[in-house]
């Protein structure tokens, strides 16, 4: 992860595609990686307290424990704290809920 991507994107500047928005907006979901018992989830959060910035959130989650086992965040909590910030846990939350949309597509 670059250190310096640290502010978050304007929303214009996130080129890819999501695959899922959440219903608040707040959470976009671009890619999802089966690697075995874990899936790889990258998403983008919207900050708190810069509404038009996204952070961009990566995540390693294990379904079976519901557990974040890896991942990253741009925001400042996590450069801090090096811990699951709240926007990794609204990626992992969005991911459960929209769950069976996005298996069967
Ligand atoms: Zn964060």
């Known amino acids: 992860m670059d250190k310096k991507e640290c502010i978050g994107k304007k929303l214009e500047d996130i080129l ?3 695959i899922l928005i959440s219903t608040d907006k707040k ?3 671009y890619g999802l990686k089966n690697k075995g018992r874990d899936i790889e989830i990258s998403a983008y959060s919207r900050s708190e307290s810069r509404e038009d ?3 961009k959130v990566e995540i390693e989650y294990l379904p079976a424990s519901k557990y974040i086992i890896n991942g990253s965040c ?18 992992r939350n969005v991911y459960i809920k929209n ?5 069967n597509g």
């Open 16 to 18: 890819e595609t999501p």
């Open 99 to 103: 769950q069976q949309k996005l298996i």
């Open 27 to 29: 959470t976009r979901i």
């Open 53 to 55: 910035y996204f952070h």
């Open 74 to 91: 741009t925001c400042e909590s996590f450069r801090y704290y090096g811990m699951p910030c709240k926007h990794m846990l609204t990626v």
